[in-house]
C-alpha cells in the first residue's frame, strides 16, 4: 500500500505532515516530494512517472497561490490525485481553491477544504479501502470511536445542565 505526497514549497511542510502521520498510521507507505510545478517540472514528471509504475495508488498534492500543483499532476496520471488549497496569501487559501477545484472535464482532482491535509489522508485511505480491506476495518474502527467520544460529550454536556 503506498501514497504519494508532494508539496508545491518547503513552507508547506508543517501544513502536510499530518496527512503523513495519518497514513503511516494506518500502514500505508508513504512517499513525501517537494516538487514545485513552475520550479522543478522535470523533477515532478519524473516522479509522477514513478508513481505510475511502483504501485503508488493515490497521489495527495499540497499548493497555494496559483495552485498548478495538483492539475499538473492530475494532467500525467489516471492515479486519484487529491488537491489540499493551502493558505498564505493575501486571498487565505481562496485563490489554491479556486484553482484546484475548477479543473478541466477530464482531468479531475479531489479537493479537500483549505488547509485540509488530515481530510485528504483520510479520502485517499478511503480510496484504498476498495482494495485494501484490513484499512477499511480500521476507518470503520476509528468511525465508531469518534462516534463513541461524541455521545460521551453530549452526556457529559447532558449532565451539566440538569
Do not use: W
Amino acid at each position: 500500500m503506498k501514497a504519494a505526497i508532494i508539496m508545491g514549497s518547503t513552507s508547506d511542510l508543517s501544513k502536510v505532515e499530518p496527512a503523513v502521520d495519518i497514513l503511516k498510521k494506518y500502514g500505508v507507505e508513504v512517499k513525501v516530494r517537494c516538487l514545485s510545478a513552475h520550479r522543478a517540472h522535470k523533477g515532478l514528471s519524473a516522479f509522477i512517472n514513478e508513481c505510475n509504475e511502483d504501485d503508488t495508488e493515490v497521489i495527495i498534492t499540497a499548493a497555494g497561490m496559483a495552485a498548478a500543483l495538483p492539475g499538473v499532476v492530475a494532467s500525467q496520471t489516471v492515479l486519484p490525485v487529491i488537491g489540499v488549497p493551502l493558505s498564505g496569501s493575501v486571498l487565505d487559501g481562496m485563490d489554491a481553491l479556486m484553482s484546484i477545484v475548477q479543473m478541466p472535464s477530464g482531468i479531475p482532482v479531489a479537493t479537500v477544504a483549505i488547509n485540509g491535509a488530515k481530510n485528504a489522508a483520510y479520502l485517499a485511505l478511503q480510496i484504498m479501502a476498495v482494495s485494501h480491506p484490513d484499512i477499511r476495518t480500521k476507518l470503520l474502527e476509528e468511525r465508531k470511536e469518534m462516534e463513541a467520544n461524541a455521545l460521551k460529550t453530549n452526556d457529559e454536556i447532558t449532565a451539566k445542565f440538569q
